[in-house]
T-cell receptor
Framework: SQTIHQWPATLVQPVGSPLSLECTVE??????LYWYRQAAGRGLQLLFY??????ISSEVPQNLSASRPQDRQFILSSKKLLLSDSGFYLC???????????FGPGTRLTVT | QKEVEQNSGPLSVPEGAIASLNCTYS??????FFWYRQYSGKSPELIMF????GDKEDGRFTAQLNKASQYVSLLIRDSQPSDSATYLC??????????????FGKGTKLSVKP
């Protein structure tokens, strides 16, 4: 069966510091991968999606970036965090020919 | 701007009752519809998906889709306190190269009272 991991689970970072969040998927190959952010009281915002290694599409212009160095690894990064980057970051995967998305446990980021 | 609309709630129902959650969407070309359950502080969990007009039943859950009215609903029969959560409706994006992407509503908070 497929499993999706995210780490760290929680993170407190000062404004201006860098960020690296990691997501890995097990039990499937060539998944579509997604990064979402869920801010307090707001809906899920799609940040990036990837259909393959090195292929990244951005949905929202911001100070975040994403990379997919391996088939089942997706990384979310920032060089300098802003207060507005606080939120619940969720990674999700879907099969190559499926719209069903499955979420990882998430990373709760607080920027202070 | 493609949109998915849900009543934010809270929707409060007594234990054992039927909870009815509703969702409307703006893109008439959308083909795939999903319901996620999100407990407080946790990530969303896929509980139902429906692709064809009509009803789809899975245990205590029934998803209903009416593409002509651009309306999808989730019925929870015999509601339990453990069903208390926020329910997110999602619809596939139907534009450009993003057809695999989902557009989420902001969710309806359900509270089931013992």
């Amino acid at each position: 069966s497929q499993t999706i991991h995210q780490w760290p689970a929680t993170l407190v970072q000062p404004v201006g510091s860098p960020l690296s969040l990691e997501c890995t998927v097990e039990g499937t190959s060539n998944p579509n991968l997604y990064w979402y952010r869920q801010a307090a009281g707001r809906g899920l915002q799609l940040l990036f999606y990837s259909v393959g290694i090195g292929q990244i599409s951005s949905e929202v212009p911001q100070n975040l970036s994403a990379s997919r160095p391996q088939d089942r690894q997706f990384i979310l990064s920032s060089k300098k965090l802003l207060l507005s980057d606080s939120g619940f970051y969720l990674c999700a995967w879907s099969g190559d020919n499926s719209y069903e998305q499955y979420f990882g446990p998430g990373t709760r980021l607080t920027v202070t | 701007q493609k949109e998915v609309e849900q009543n934010s709630g809270p929707l409060s129902v007594p234990e054992g009752a039927i909870a009815s959650l509703n969702c409307t969407y703006s893109d008439r070309g959308s083909q795939s519809f999903f319901w996620y359950r999100q407990y407080s502080g946790k990530s969303p969990e896929l509980i139902m998906f429906i692709y064809s007009n009509g009803d789809k039943e899975d245990g205590r859950f029934t998803a209903q889709l009416n593409k002509a009215s651009q309306y999808v609903s989730l019925l929870i029969r015999d509601s339990q306190p453990s069903d208390s959560a926020t329910y997110l409706c999602a619809v596939n994006a139907n534009y450009g190269g993003s057809q695999g992407n989902l557009i989420f509503g902001k969710g309806t908070k359900l509270s089931v009272k013992p």
